[in-house]
């Protein structure tokens, strides 16, 4: 179901916003509305590939202190494209460095997003022996189909007793 893999720091620049966890939806789809329709103010910041393509759109998400730790009744969301590490961002934006982490690895659409979430945490994690480590992030390639998008849940080994 899910894959493994390691994932190095990287930076993300997109519009933040903070709200209760369980109206997330309420005031997380502005911050993508206002992301889209400011996104020419750090298009030529985003990380592209070898062909030019913008690299990855990233819904970030950490408590509300910005320890990338896992939301408790509120959260951050960082709507936005990641950037190279040395970044700027520009005025009325905001950068985040996201740390390394093992992530499981999960494809759903926002059809599926609540119960792949759920069955991820409930039944894949605890069946392979696995906690979660921190927030989970939100990756949106840009060549995908609308809709479609990968949870990134970082991971660490429970600890047998």
Not at 33 to 40: G, K, M, S, Y
Not at 101 to 129: G, I, W
Request: charged residues 20%; proline residues 4%; glycine residues 8%.
């Amino acid at each position: 179901m899910a894959e493994i893999m390691e994932k190095q720091s990287f930076a993300v620049i997109g519009k933040v916003g903070q709200g209760l966890a369980n109206v997330g939806t309420a005031w997380i789809a502005p911050l993508w509305q206002e992301a889209d329709r400011n996104f020419h103010e750090i298009s030529s910041l985003a990380k592209v590939d070898d062909e030019g393509n913008i690299v990855g759109i990233w819904g970030a998400m950490s408590d509300v202190d910005e320890h990338f730790e896992r939301w408790q009744d509120e959260g951050k969301y960082l709507a936005g494209c990641e950037v190279a590490d040395h970044a700027i961002a520009p005025s009325g934006w905001t950068k985040w460095v996201i740390p390394a982490f093992k992530y499981a690895v999960v494809n759903c659409t926002q059809d599926t997003y609540n119960e792949t979430f759920h069955r991820m945490l409930s039944e894949y994690m605890p069946a392979h022996a696995y906690k979660l480590a921190g927030a989970v992030q939100e990756y949106y390639n840009p060549k995908a189909n609308h809709g479609e998008l990968a949870l990134y849940f970082p991971i660490e080994r429970i600890e047998s007793v």
